[in-house]
């Protein structure tokens, strides 16, 4: 089977000048803000783990191979021209001075790392995602502010619980001024539970999905990976988190860091679910956090998370505007800043009214009676939108955010009894080329390729291969299709999805690191959470008939809690609120063993061999509850069928419930380093 990549087509050659038509790309002021202060660039554009004697040394952040992504640089045919413009600007790399006293590390890493300068110490805002990125940001810094080489950091805000805003903390504050108390560490409210919890649930998936929307294994080059429109791309790094000293809880409340007067402005529930963006009085500067980018931001993330409010988020803005309008100049947490106090009101105006007209104009077709797929097809934003770059679709898409709010309102079902309980995907692919025939249907997307009706022809092929699955033929027309298009696509994480589908189509899929959760991350989970983790782990059609009640004694934390599993469903409560008259199993350990136990490094059985678990009752209680637990898959498939739902629905009975427990499997997922 051929596996190369393809050329552009000559229909998407065609559409691609369509877009370079439709834009005023003659319009350089972004290129005049993203260079404006720019005092340093980097001396190898590469970071590397560990010190560079070290053996296992590795590279964890790179921009040697988009050094092509040049200002004057014409757009290559298989990348959309809208996309590479935003692939340039964010190629545009380096420390930044902001103002006098504010500092920039841009292209270090997925999201921006701000510094600020204080009477007292630096500021930091928003660490990145790796300790090792950093540190190489704070060291440019230094580098360059001679004067400020030996000024501590004072300060540490994380302005909001996704890791691209705090996971590189330890790479800019040492243990012993966290321990002493010399760094304050501000967040907002919530921020610790949203910070470990956000992805763990659903995480085992939402980390596969991040693989697609973050082009994880693309080559980067113009065939691939290019940019993710946020960022160029994400580190893989050391993680870390070193919980918050002070919680933000309100509006207009006042800290004072490294001498320096923030006032901040709560916004939870738009871009995150535990954020705030903030105000430096003193400086009429203005940081906007991930509330407002150089993009249309995202609704509902193609990595899947829950359905964000657009409405409520352009609340937030006009808020933003009332109550620090007089701000000279702005800056956040991904992107360039913007200078000016009417520059910064009209672009949070824009960034306002885009995420109202997404909601409000949704709304009012689907008061119509128009699904959310119809709505998408025919939604445009106005031309003063259209036309603004920093509301173009480069991470979120209007396509796939107005479906957001269709869905946020409305749900999944679009009202049609027919999609009601439609077939699953695999079995309604079989219906439909036994009904049409394997052979007319690859002929007529092999047509529609040809004609470049890009997406009929996939449709068709999504059928063909979900129901012949070693159909070579169809799975390479089809890889084909998605190539065609990503190159398209003017959003990088569309373009990521497309290529990512098309790379595994052809090679399968790539093998996985295991992965998992940062020691920090983890640490932070408070009883509750892993209990509701191993919840989520608790495979309910095998633990139906089990009726068991365990007793958990943490002699760390000082608390107790009953679980118990009945019906299939796992539920717990402080001892203190529940009778004692019931039997039970009891264990005595701590909360950092049980942790160790769901994240695999050890297993139940070692656990209590070791004399980590003390058990008073019967252990085989302990065992048969962990041999109940399901880990997931961190490499399903995506553009190709599962495997049979059913036997994963009710899994295979152990036969050995200890030799099951004897297991080090991996329950706490990995953690996504997404917004």
């Known amino acids: 089977m051929n596996t190369s990549r393809k050329d552009a087509t000559q229909h998407t050659i065609d559409a691609n000048q369509l877009m370079a038509?439709?834009?005023n790309f003659s319009d350089t002021e972004s290129f005049d803000n993203a260079y404006r202060g720019q005092m340093a660039t980097w001396p190898n554009l590469t970071i590397a783990s560990g010190d560079s004697g070290d053996h296992d040394r590795r590279i964890v952040w790179t921009l040697r191979p988009y050094i092509n992504q040049t200002v004057g640089s014409s757009p290559p045919d298989t990348v959309n021209p809208s996309l590479w413009r935003q692939t340039r600007l964010n190629n545009i790399t380096g420390l930044f001075e902001v103002m006098p006293g504010i500092y920039q590390l841009r292209g270090f890493d997925m999201s921006?790392?701000?510094?600020?300068?204080?009477?007292?110490?630096?500021?930091?805002?928003?660490?990145?995602?790796s300790c090792e990125c950093a540190q190489a940001g704070l060291q440019l810094y230094r580098e360059n502010k001679p004067e400020l080489a030996e000024a501590p950091v004072r300060a540490v805000i994380y302005t909001h619980s996704h890791i691209d805003h705090f996971g590189g903390v330890r790479g800019v504050v040492d243990e012993s001024s966290y321990n002493n108390g010399d760094v304050k560490i501000v967040a907002p409210a919530g921020f610790l539970e949203h910070a470990a919890s956000e992805n763990i649930y659903a995480g085992m998936a939402m980390a596969r999905r991040s693989m697609y929307m973050y082009g994880a294994y693309l080559e980067p080059d113009d065939k691939g990976h290019v940019d993710c429109g946020l960022g160029k791309a994400q580190s893989t790094g050391?993680?870390?988190?070193l919980p918050p000293t002070h919680t933000v809880h309100k509006n207009h409340q006042i800290l004072e860091l490294a001498g320096l007067k923030v006032e901040f402005h709560m916004t939870p529930g738009?871009?995150?679910?535990?954020?705030?963006?903030?105000?430096f009085p003193d400086l009429k500067a203005f940081c906007a956090s991930e509330n407002a980018s150089m993009n249309m931001h995202n609704i509902q993330t193609l990595r899947g998370a829950m359905v964000r409010d657009a409405l409520q988020w352009s609340k937030y803005l006009n808020e933003v505007l009332d109550m620090f309008g007089d701000a000279d100049v702005m800056f956040a947490s991904h992107h360039w800043p913007i200078w000016g106090n009417e520059k910064v009101k009209e672009f949070l105006s824009s960034q306002r009214d885009m995420y109202r007209y997404l909601n409000d104009q949704t709304l009012r077709m689907l008061n119509k009676g128009y699904t959310g797929a119809e709505i998408a097809e025919v939604f445009e934003m106005p031309p003063s939108l259209q036309q603004n770059w920093a509301c173009r679709g480069y991470y979120g898409t209007v396509n796939h955010n107005t479906k957001a709010v269709y869905d946020r309102y409305l749900g999944w079902f679009d009202g049609n009894p027919s999609n009601l309980h439609a077939l699953p995907p695999k079995e309604s692919a079989e219906k439909y080329v036994a009904l049409i025939g394997a052979d007319i249907l690859l002929e007529?997307?092999?047509?529609?390729?040809?004609?470049?009706d890009y997406r009929w022809a996939a449709e068709l092929l999504g059928k063909l291969v979900y129901a012949q699955p070693d159909n070579s033929d169809a799975?390479?027309?089809?890889?084909?299709?998605?190539?065609?298009?990503?190159?398209?696509?003017?959003?990088?994480t569309w373009r990521n999805c497309y290529l990512m589908a098309a790379l595994e189509l052809r090679e399968g899929i790539p093998p996985l690191n295991p992965g998992g959760g940062s020691a920090d991350i983890i640490d932070a989970m408070t009883a509750p959470m892993v209990f509701d983790t191993l919840g989520v782990q608790l495979n309910g059609p095998r633990a139906e008939k089990q009726n068991l009640l365990i007793e958990w004694n943490f002699i760390d934390t000082k608390e107790t809690f009953l679980m118990r599993v009945s019906n299939g469903a796992l539920s717990y409560s402080d001892k203190q609120k529940v009778p004692l008259s019931e039997e039970r199993v009891a264990a005595t350990l701590t909360l950092e063993v049980l942790k160790n136990i769901t994240n695999g490094v050890i297993s139940v059985e070692e656990a209590i061999s070791a004399g980590k678990v003390k058990v008073d009752g019967d252990e085989e209680i302990l065992f048969l509850f962990f041999a109940l637990l399901d880990e997931g898959s961190r490499d399903f498939p995506i553009v190709t069928p599962r495997p049979d739902a059913s036997l994963a629905w009710t899994g295979a009975e152990p036969k050995d419930r200890r030799g099951d427990a004897k297991r080090r499997r991996q329950l706490i997922p990995p953690f996504v380093a997404g917004c």
């Open 21 to 23: 038509e439709a834009l």
């Open 112 to 129: 921006n790392m701000t510094i600020v300068e204080g009477p007292d110490g630096l500021i930091i805002i928003d660490p990145m995602i």
């Open 238 to 241: 050391t993680v870390s988190l």
């Open 270 to 279: 738009a871009e995150a679910p535990a954020e705030f963006d903030f105000y």
């Open 444 to 452: 007529e997307a092999t047509s529609a390729y040809n004609n470049g």
């Open 475 to 492: 799975k390479q027309m089809q890889a084909d299709v998605f190539e065609q298009l990503g190159y398209q696509a003017e959003a990088g």
